[in-house]
């Protein structure tokens, strides 16, 4: 169950993820951007396809973690918990950055609707991708993508068209994964509605600052 609210954030009540999403209810949700103060990089997954989704959703690259705040916890309860669900592992608290909130009201189809307060922070992690185990992450999680922060900001202004990147293809049962280097990363991975978003500019512009 979620806590839900009305536009100005103002507690109304609780109810079922599927019907939040079915009428956009506003609740609010966690997510992370993951990075790494020494290579100077930042970190995306990709997801296997849905059950809960109505619609076809591109195979776009997304924050590391994300997903909804139950009602029963705290913001920083909710992160931990997604942190270890989505990533196999724990990051310390003194590692996490508040990126401040994002607001989203989207309707990716007519029965699923996003209204949502988002809690983001920034997620600082000392490893390579290729040195990350991920053999306890959850199966939804298909890829964990690693970029350059510049790189990718050329991406999000499009200054650029193609980025390389690495990635960590993960199987879906076995967890098991396999590390690619130099790949090919598009403008049309993005999330859509990220170009137009100041506030996710904002946000890895901020990331960026904690590397100095």
């Known amino acids: 169950m979620l806590k839900i609210y009305d536009a100005k954030m103002n507690d ?4 079922d993820k599927k019907i939040v999403h079915q009428r956009g209810l506003w609740h609010k949700v966690f997510g992370g951007v993951l990075y790494n ?8 997954q990709t997801i296997y396809p849905k059950e809960s989704y109505t619609f076809e959703r591109e195979d776009y690259i997304d924050f590391a973690v994300g997903g909804h705040i139950e009602d ?29 909130i994002r607001v989203c009201n989207a ?15 920034a997620l600082k992690i000392d490893k390579e991708l290729k040195d990350l185990d991920f053999s306890k992450s959850d199966g939804e999680v298909k890829s964990i993508i690693e970029v350059d922060i510049d790189e990718y900001l050329s991406l999000l202004t499009k200054e650029a068209n193609e980025v390389k990147a690495n990635e960590m293809l993960l199987d879906r049962d076995t967890r098991k994964g396999k590390y690619l280097s130099d790949i090919k990363l598009t403008q049309n991975r993005i999330v859509p509605d990220y ?4 506030s996710i500019l904002e946000k890895f512009l901020a990331v960026k600052s904690l590397m100095r």
């Open 107 to 121: 309707d990716p189809s007519e029965s699923y609707k996003i209204r949502e307060f988002q809690y983001f922070y």
């Open 72 to 100: 029963n916890e705290s913001v920083e309860e909710a992160g931990i918990r997604e942190i270890r669900e989505e990533l196999g592992f724990d990051i310390d608290k003194n590692d996490w950055s508040f990126l401040g």
């Open 195 to 198: 170009f137009n978003d100041k």
């Open 12 to 15: 109304i009540g609780v109810e």
């Open 37 to 44: 103060s020494k290579l100077k990089t930042v970190y995306f």
